[in-house]
T-cell receptor, first 111, second 116 residues
Framework: GDSVTQMEGPVTLSEEAFLTINCTYT??????LFWYVQYPGEGLQLLLK?????DKGSNKGFEATYRKETTSFHLEKGSVQVSDSAVYFC??????????FGKGTTLSVSS | GAVVSQHPSWVICKSGTSVKIECRSL??????MFWYRQFPKQSLMLMAT?????????EQGVEKDKFLINHASLTLSTLTVTSAHPEDSSFYIC????????????FGNGTRLTVT
């Protein structure tokens, strides 16, 4: 079945460092790909999405490109802030079905 | 933007009792809602898909008689944990899709259930 694999955390960075969180997927069809973020004590929020190959999703300085050839959707940000500290989930959905999530990656940014 | 309200945000109950969790879409109609369970430091696992006016579809390994789901209207789905046990302690999150196809899911803030 479909699955999502994320790099294990925690990821610890200093403010203004470059961030990459790897995400790869397996799917039988052509899924849409998502990154969700969960800030401490809060619910999940959609961060960005891409619906087809080579699409780039972006929001709040974060970017991820849908790479069909490598079945990847890596999350990047050029300069992280302390306020970016959260848990990040990569997810996929085929044909509008329920999301399948990766295990989540905890990001901790220090000043 | 679309908002999903989940209530209560936390609940403590005694073993053997039942707990009901509500999930409401506040400014849109949701024909389908999803219920997830999240264990500490783990991912969200889909428990069931709740369809308005019909029976929920449960994922493999989820006991439908223990986790009762009702989706009586286009804006409300409820999850009842029956005869709760300590192993049911977890973080339960509902979500609803605002639209069809690949429109993103909107999530409630979750319910922390602790069974003593």
């Amino acid at each position: 079945g479909d699955s999502v694999t994320q790099m294990e955390g925690p990821v610890t960075l200093s403010e203004e460092a470059f961030l990459t969180i790897n995400c790869t997927y397996t799917a039988t069809g052509y899924p849409s790909l998502f990154w969700y973020v969960q800030y401490p004590g809060e619910g999940l929020q959609l961060l960005l999405k891409a619906t087809k190959a080579d699409d780039k999703g972006s929001n709040k300085g974060f970017e991820a490109t849908y790479r069909k050839e490598t079945t990847s959707f890596h999350l990047e940000k050029g300069s992280v802030q302390v306020s970016d500290s959260a848990v990040y989930f990569c997810a996929l959905s085929e044909a509008g079905t329920a999301l399948i999530f990766g295990k989540g990656t905890t990001l901790s940014v220090s000043s | 933007g679309a908002v999903v309200s989940q209530h209560p945000s936390w609940v403590i109950c005694k073993s053997g009792t039942s707990v009901k969790i509500e999930c409401r879409s506040l400014d849109f109609q949701a024909t389908t809602m999803f219920w997830y369970r999240q264990f500490p430091k783990q991912s969200l696992m889909l428990m069931a898909t709740s369809n308005e006016g019909s029976k929920a579809t449960y994922e493999q390994g989820v006991e439908k008689d223990k986790f009762l789901i009702n989706h009586a209207s286009l804006t409300l789905s409820t999850l009842t944990v029956t005869s709760a046990h300590p192993e049911d302690s977890s973080f339960y999150i509902c979500s609803a899709r605002d639209g069809i196809g690949v429109s993103p899911l909107h999530f409630g803030n979750g319910t922390r259930l602790t069974v003593t």
